[in-house]
Antibody, heavy 120, light 110 residues
Framework: QLQLQESGPGLVKPSETLSLTCAVS??????????WGWVRQPPGKGLEWIAN???????YYNPSLKSRVTISADMSKNQFSLKLSSVTAADTAVYYC????????????WGQGTMVTVSS | QSALTQPASVSGSPGQSITISCTGT?????????VSWYQQHPGKAPKLIIY???ERPSGVSDRFSGSKSGNTASLTISGLQAEDEADYHC??????????FGGGTELTVL
C-alpha cells in the first residue's frame, strides 16, 4: 500500500527558505504512471496547488509561486522535495505531498500533511 | 490563475440530496474533463471522491456523483448521512499545465 510522509522544519523565519521532503513507500516515484506534487492549505482556508514533478524530471509550477519554488526528486531515495524561498507569514500552512495519476490529473493519494509556521 | 468559485457553505438534512457547484473558466473547468473533488474532515488530509468529472475511485460510495456543464462542475451527495459533514474541494487541470482548486465548501448535516 502506497504511503507518503512529509518531513521538515515546523518553524521557518521570514525571508528564509522552507524545505520539505516527501518520502514514498510501497511504490516507486520512478514509475511513468504518476506525477508527484505538493499542495498547501493555510489555516482556515482552501487548498492551493504548488508544484508537480514527473519521473523524467519535468516540473510544473503554480504561476503565482513559480519565482520562489523548486521541486526536485531523488530516485535513489524514492523521495521528492519542495523548496520555497523568501517566505512570509502568508506561507504559513499545512503542506501536503500527493500522487497524481498521469491519466486523470487528480490527486489520489495524500500524505498526512505537515504544519509549517513562518515566524521570527 | 484564479481559484475556482465554490459556495462557502451548504447544508441539508439526513436523507436529503445536496449539490455543490464549482465555477471556473474556459481555461480550466471548461477546457478538459479533468475535474476532481475531495472530501476533507477536520484535521485530516483530503480524500479523492470524484475524478475525471464523474468517475468514482474504488471504495467511494455511489451516493457521491459528479457532473459538468460548460465552465461549471457540480458534486451531488444523495441520501445525506452525518458522516458526510466535511469540507469539499473541487480541482481542475488547466490549459497552462497547472492545477487550480476552489475555495472549499463546508457541508453541514442538520
Amino acid at each position: 500500500q502506497l504511503q507518503l510522509q512529509e518531513s521538515g522544519p515546523g518553524l521557518v523565519k521570514p525571508s528564509e527558505t522552507l524545505s520539505l521532503t516527501c518520502a514514498v513507500s510501497g511504490g516507486s516515484i520512478s514509475s511513468s504512471s504518476y506525477y508527484w506534487g505538493w499542495v498547501r492549505q493555510p489555516p482556515g482556508k482552501g487548498l492551493e496547488w504548488i508544484a508537480n514533478i514527473y519521473y523524467t524530471g519535468s516540473t510544473y509550477y503554480n504561476p503565482s509561486l513559480k519565482s520562489r519554488v523548486t521541486i526536485s526528486a531523488d530516485m535513489s531515495k524514492n523521495q521528492f522535495s519542495l523548496k520555497l524561498s523568501s517566505v512570509t507569514a502568508a506561507d504559513t500552512a499545512v503542506y501536503y505531498c500527493a500522487r497524481d495519476p498521469a491519466t486523470d490529473e487528480s490527486f489520489d493519494i495524500w500524505g498526512q500533511g505537515t504544519m509549517v509556521t513562518v515566524s521570527s | 490563475q484564479s481559484a475556482l468559485t465554490q459556495p462557502a457553505s451548504v447544508s441539508g438534512s439526513p436523507g436529503q440530496s445536496i449539490t455543490i457547484s464549482c465555477t471556473g473558466t474556459s481555461s480550466d473547468v471548461g477546457a478538459y474533463n479533468y475535474v476532481s473533488w475531495y472530501q476533507q474532515h477536520p484535521g485530516k488530509a483530503p480524500k479523492l471522491i470524484i475524478y475525471d468529472v464523474s468517475e468514482r475511485p474504488s471504495g467511494v460510495s455511489d451516493r457521491f456523483s459528479g457532473s459538468k456543464s460548460g465552465n461549471t462542475a457540480s458534486l451531488t451527495i444523495s441520501g445525506l448521512q452525518a458522516e458526510d459533514e466535511a469540507d469539499y474541494h473541487c480541482c481542475s487541470y488547466t490549459d497552462s499545465s497547472s492545477w487550480v482548486f476552489g475555495g472549499g465548501t463546508e457541508l453541514t448535516v442538520l
